[in-house]
């Protein structure tokens, strides 16, 4: 594995982390809310769970 993913809640964005130097190297705007992942069986795509908070 070379990159990790993170889901920023707060940032409604997702970090990739690469792990040789644990530095992030790019932030990936998504929806509001991104809440857990899952990668495609080819390790290309990463599928993104939003929630959306309504008061």
Not at 15 to 42: C, E, M, W
Request: charge should be positive.
């Amino acid at each position: 594995m070379k990159y990790a993913l993170v889901t920023n809640n707060e940032d409604n964005n997702v970090s990739i982390i690469d792990l040789a130097s644990y530095k992030v190297i790019q932030n990936i705007t998504t929806g509001k809310g991104p809440h857990g992942f899952r990668i495609a069986a080819d390790s290309k795509t990463a599928y993104i769970a939003n929630i959306v908070r309504t008061l």
